[in-house]
């Protein structure tokens, strides 16, 4: 079985995109991703940053054995620019793609940065006053991410607390600051824990080798906000 992940992520002013492979003889993965600030204009970033990390890994696509996208929540934009490019790439290789929560992959930073936390609760700034929000654990014997809260829209001050020891990932407390009740009870606050291509790799190939897997048509964002403007009497 080939073992080589593309990965992709475009839901922050973020184009973010990695591979996940084994270098040939070697048993350790090896990732390699370019993570470049590009505004509104992801797409124009995307495959040529794909091509980049996949010459530099010296792979083709056509070693690609699947494609994990970051899902959302995030920008709408962005959330079709990576659900489009992925579905595409895997239309085109007939190979699967790996859909991967924002917010997990969030965790995953976090995770990477401080392997030893078990409970990371990610709240990310959704703009118009709300936050993104998710609540993970880590578990070590299953070597894989539970979902205590799925990822959910709400005002800062309504962010569920967890009931242990939690790092806080996201830009939410930077953001919000107090608003967000986590921020004064967080073991850890990790504010550079957002979505990454390489951290969604990691994740993405969890749930590759675990099967949760999707054919290339069911490649969908999950936008989890309904609504991307206020109506006027909503700003008043």
């Not at 073992?3 to 070697?26: E, I, K, M, N």
Request: hydrophobic share 45%.
């Amino acid at each position: 079985m080939s073992q080589v992940l593309l990965a992709l992520d475009t839901s922050t002013d973020f184009c973010s995109v990695a591979v996940f492979y084994f270098p040939r003889a070697a048993s350790s993965p090896c990732v390699i991703s370019r993570h470049d600030r590009t505004g509104p204009v992801s797409s124009e970033r995307a495959l040529p940053a794909i091509c980049e990390v996949l010459e530099e890994a010296k792979l083709t696509l056509d070693d690609c054995s699947a494609v994990a996208f970051g899902t959302g929540p995030g920008s709408f934009t962005g959330l079709r620019t990576a659900a489009g490019v992925a579905q595409g790439l895997a239309f085109g290789l007939n190979i699967p793609v790996v859909p991967v929560s924002t917010l997990l992959a969030c965790a995953e930073r976090a995770r990477f940065s401080d392997p030893d936390i078990r409970r990371v609760l990610v709240a990310i700034d959704a703009r118009m006053g709300g936050v993104y929000w998710a609540d993970f654990a880590w578990d070590n014997t299953l070597e894989d991410w539970r979902v205590h809260h799925s990822a959910a829209l709400s005002p800062p001050t309504c962010v569920l607390v967890p009931d242990e020891p939690f790092t806080l990932a996201g830009n939410a407390s930077s953001v919000f600051g107090d608003m967000l009740p986590a921020v004064t009870r967080a073991s850890v606050i990790d504010t550079l824990a957002m979505p990454h291509a390489h951290a969604l790799s990691l994740v993405g190939w969890c749930s590759f080798i675990a099967g949760r897997t999707l054919p290339a048509h069911l490649a969908v964002p999950e936008y989890v906000r309904d609504k991307v403007a206020l109506t006027t009497r909503e700003r008043a």
